[in-house]
């Protein structure tokens, strides 16, 4: 692997600086929030402007609906990228398709990009982190004016559940490497080696080069791929 001076990451870090908040421009049900539009207006000249661009085109990944959002670096090729499966009542329905994706897309947009709206006077909602799940006692409706449903039910539990796993680290198994693992790879390695390992002892292991007293537990339960819930990536 060659080192690169400029990679998405540091891309990724001038934007954030550069960002502005996002606003929360919409009204729904359960109060504001920041629609698509807001969204975009707020982060696509900035990310343009440091090299990153952004696509979320729609995926079929076992059958159902997803949402890819990706974030490409165009100088290194380096690529971030998140699903979002689409939940939705009615899939016969396109007009509530249609709000799912847009909520999707906003989501996975804020959420990628670590961003958390504001109210209008520029301080964060109480929910100071992530939107948290709400417990409706109304049925979401769509905003009339943008056509936007605030939130269709399940899907932000869903997504809470999505980054927990996406951001969840676990250490490597190896004693002493000291490496932590991200969800993803967690995934993975539980699926392929049985326990978890991090990159290098990925390697290592493929290579049959792994030194370490740890037995592959061949006990293990498979998570990845298995027919349980679908997992995002
Ligand atoms: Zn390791």
Same mark, same amino acid.
């Given at each position: 692997?060659?080192?690169?001076?400029? =990679?998405?990451?540091?891309?990724?870090?001038?934007?954030?600086? #550069?960002?502005?908040?996002? @606003?929360?421009?919409?009204?729904?049900?359960?109060?504001?929030?920041?629609? +698509?539009?807001?969204? !975009?207006?707020? !982060?696509?000249?900035?990310?343009?402007? =440091?090299?990153?661009?952004?696509?979320?085109?729609?995926?079929?990944?076992?059958?159902?609906?997803?949402?890819?959002?990706?974030?490409?670096?165009?100088?290194?090729?380096?690529?971030?990228?998140?699903?979002? @499966?689409?939940? &939705?009542? #009615?899939?016969?329905?396109?007009?509530?398709?249609?709000?799912?994706?847009?909520?999707? $897309? @906003?989501?996975? +947009? +804020? %959420?990628?990009?670590?961003?958390?709206?504001?109210?209008?006077?520029?301080?964060?909602?109480? %929910?100071?982190? @992530?939107?948290?799940?709400?417990?409706?006692?109304?049925?979401?409706?769509?905003?009339? %004016?943008?056509?936007?449903?605030?939130?269709? *039910?399940?899907?932000?539990?869903?997504?809470?559940?999505?980054?927990?796993?996406?951001?969840?680290?676990?250490?490597?198994?190896?004693?002493? &490497?000291?490496?932590?693992? $991200?969800?993803?790879?967690?995934?993975?390695?539980?699926? $392929?080696?049985? $326990?978890?390992? &991090?990159?290098?002892?990925?390697?290592?292991?493929? %290579?049959?080069?792994? *030194?370490?007293?740890?037995?592959?537990?061949?006990?293990?339960? *498979?998570?990845?791929?298995?027919?349980?819930?679908?997992?995002?990536?």
């Amino acid at each position: 692997m060659t080192e690169k001076t400029t =990679n998405i990451n540091t891309a990724l870090l001038k934007a954030q600086k #550069d960002m502005g908040p996002v @606003r929360k421009d919409g009204k729904g049900n359960y109060g504001k929030y920041a629609t +698509l539009d807001g969204v !975009i207006e707020t !982060i696509a000249d900035t990310l343009n402007n =440091n090299g990153i661009l952004y696509m979320q085109p729609l995926v079929v990944i076992n059958g159902e609906q997803h949402i890819k959002t990706m974030l490409v670096h165009a100088d290194s090729g380096d690529q971030i990228e998140s699903f979002y @499966r689409v939940v &939705c009542k #009615d899939m016969e329905d396109p007009q509530k398709i249609g709000g799912a994706i847009t909520y999707g $897309r @906003r989501y996975s +947009l +804020l %959420s990628l990009l670590g961003l958390a709206p504001e109210d209008d006077d520029g301080t964060l909602a109480s %929910s100071p982190q @992530r939107p948290v799940a709400a417990t409706p006692s109304v049925k979401p409706t769509a905003d009339t %004016s943008t056509g936007e449903v605030a939130d269709p *039910d399940g899907i932000t539990s869903y997504y809470n559940n999505y980054e927990k796993k996406m951001y969840h680290q676990e250490p490597c198994s190896v004693a002493g &490497c000291g490496k932590t693992v $991200r969800a993803k790879a967690v995934s993975f390695s539980n699926y $392929r080696f049985k $326990r978890t390992l &991090c990159m290098t002892h990925q390697d290592a292991a493929d %290579s049959g080069q792994l *030194d370490d007293e740890v037995p592959l537990q061949q006990t293990a339960t *498979d998570t990845y791929g298995a027919d349980k819930e679908p997992l995002p990536w």
